[in-house]
């Protein structure tokens, strides 16, 4: 009788793609068997309420579909991480783990304990760069401490060499392993297949590494080239490349994107400009995941303390409002209502609506970087809460509290045809180019709510709170 060779063990956790994939190359590499298991541990996946949590399912389907395809099962592994992994392992006789490294607290401390339990059971693990173009503890300030400052953080990223180029994907045939009977499992922990069935999904996203990339290509045919003027212009449909709902869920990488734009770069070289903005875009990725592996409650805590004494108001019909595209101005409504209905926003309106929010109607950011996790399809940790710290001004390099967005200024500059609006609020698609911004001031009877706050009270009144601060004193 042939004996059948030990697996090697490969976890997949927001990194659900075959191609540039560390771990799992690394896994294929090795010649062995592979069991791949993504693991479900409630304590480390709370977001069963958010819409992250049905676009990440929709991933690890498509991931099992494409595994599937290579004739290897992607398994699901429920329970507890620390005690299902190790389990897993032993249970199989696995030889070697697998895994692209994560940067958040909570699984760094699970991660930590399994790599301990693993080396004493005699396996070996494997913790691979998969996520980030530049890891989070190798750009520091000639002191030794993170950087402050987003710029001269980019700046010293790009005296590094650049990230490696992107991994094909592995040659998997054959190597698929299955266990040969019902494995023995601790109580709480078990193991099934992951489901290839999609779970529905927010008008206008289709999942998989494919459409990440075909989004790629569109945006680098048709939007790159004007990539640096008009990334600001919610009025201009795909003016930014939509990628950052697969980025989240690692169905594309951050190196195959940052590769695929150098190389356009090098055979265009008038793409610099709009090259070299797109790639600083990323790095503000990146920037917001050194910040949350420094600082891992930066969704939790005001970086700048005297921010802790704001009088917040708590008012449930603004926030409401807010909520639900009912402000009565228009460009801020649009941004919730796409939100609402897609799942996403477009960037320059997320600032504004943040800054509406903070400043106008003086809510706690974390009020809203709470509503923005359970709404986008793209919620991420450290970006979004790196994000509300920046636009309510309590973070670090943040924009000062005293730069309040005018919402109707802001909606005349970046949506000047009124396209944004009229596509989100159909309420006001009769109204003028100018009206438009300004509804109030139409002398026609419309169903929209009156503006919930007058525009110059509301800034006054943040500017005055932010004086009256301990700092300020
Ligand atoms: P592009 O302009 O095409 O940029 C390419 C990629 O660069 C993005 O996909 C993203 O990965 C990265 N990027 C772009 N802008 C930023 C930024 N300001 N900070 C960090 N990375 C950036 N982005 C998220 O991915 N998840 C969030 O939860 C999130 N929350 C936000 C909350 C607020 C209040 C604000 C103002 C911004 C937030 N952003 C968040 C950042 C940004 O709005 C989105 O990344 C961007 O709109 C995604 O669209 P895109 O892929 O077309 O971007």
């Keep these: 009788m042939v004996d059948t060779p030990a697996p090697v063990l490969v976890l997949l956790r927001d990194d659900y793609r075959v191609a ?128 402050r400052v987003f710029t001269a953080w980019w700046r010293a990223a790009q005296n590094l060499p650049e990230p490696p180029p992107p991994l094909p994907a592995p040659d998997m045939r054959g190597k698929g392993y299955v266990p040969a009977a019902p494995l023995t499992l601790p109580q709480g922990v078990h193991l099934g297949r992951v489901g290839t069935q999609m779970p529905p999904l927010p008008p206008g996203w289709t999942s998989g590494e494919k459409a990440a ?6 945006f680098m045919e048709n939007a790159l080239p004007h ?49 070299e903005k797109f790639l600083a875009e990323l790095g503000w990725r990146d920037f917001a995941w050194m910040q949350m592996f420094t600082t891992p409650d930066l969704a939790t805590r005001n970086l700048r303390p005297e921010f802790n004494h704001m009088p917040w108001r708590t008012h449930a019909a603004d926030m409401a409002a807010w909520q639900q595209g009912q402000t009565g101005f228009p460009l801020v409504d649009a941004g ?30 974390q009020k809203g970087e709470r509503w923005f996790y359970a709404q986008l399809i793209d919620a991420d940790a450290a970006v979004n809460a ?31 045809t009124g396209q944004y609006i009229r596509t989100w609020v159909p309420e006001l698609a009769a109204l003028d180019n100018k009206t438009i911004h300004t509804p109030w001031k139409s002398t026609q009877r419309l169903a929209y709510p009156a503006p919930i706050v007058d525009l110059k009270l509301g800034r006054q009144r943040a500017l005055d709170c932010w004086k009256n601060l301990p700092k300020h004193q």
């Design 336 to 365: 919730m209502r796409q939100l609402a209905r897609t799942g996403w926003m477009h960037n320059r309106v997320r600032m504004v609506v943040a800054s509406f929010l903070t400043k106008h109607l003086l809510t706690d950011w």
């Design 20 to 147: 540039d994939n560390p771990a799992l190359h690394a896994a294929c590499a090795t010649g062995q068997p592979i069991l791949c298991a993504y693991v479900q541990d409630a304590a480390l996946q709370n977001t069963s309420a958010t819409r992250i949590a049905g676009w990440a399912q929709a991933a690890c389907a498509q991931l099992a579909s494409s595994l599937q395809a290579h004739g290897v099962t992607l398994f699901m592994l429920c329970g507890p991480t620390r005690l299902s992994v190790p389990a897993l392992a032993q249970a199989v006789n696995a030889t070697d783990v697998f895994w692209n490294r994560r940067y958040d607290a909570p699984g760094i401390a699970a991660d930590t304990d399994v790599h301990a339990s693993l080396k004493k059971q005699g396996m070996t693990v494997h913790s691979c760069t998969g996520r980030l173009l530049f890891e989070p503890w190798a750009i520091r300030t000639q002191a030794g401490q993170p950087y």
């Design 227 to 275: 990539y640096a003027t008009q990334r600001d212009r919610a009025d201009v449909a795909h003016g930014t490349s939509q990628l950052s709902p697969y980025i989240r869920v690692g169905q594309i990488s951050v190196r195959q994107i940052w590769h695929a734009i150098r190389h356009a770069q090098q055979r265009n070289p008038q793409l610099t400009t709009d090259a």
């Design 386 to 416: 790196m994000n509300w710290q920046w636009g309510a001004g309590t973070g670090i390099d943040a924009a000062p509290w005293f730069r309040i967005f005018n919402p109707v200024g802001q909606s005349e500059k970046y949506d000047p």
């Design 213 to 218: 990339h075909a989004n790629l290509h569109q």
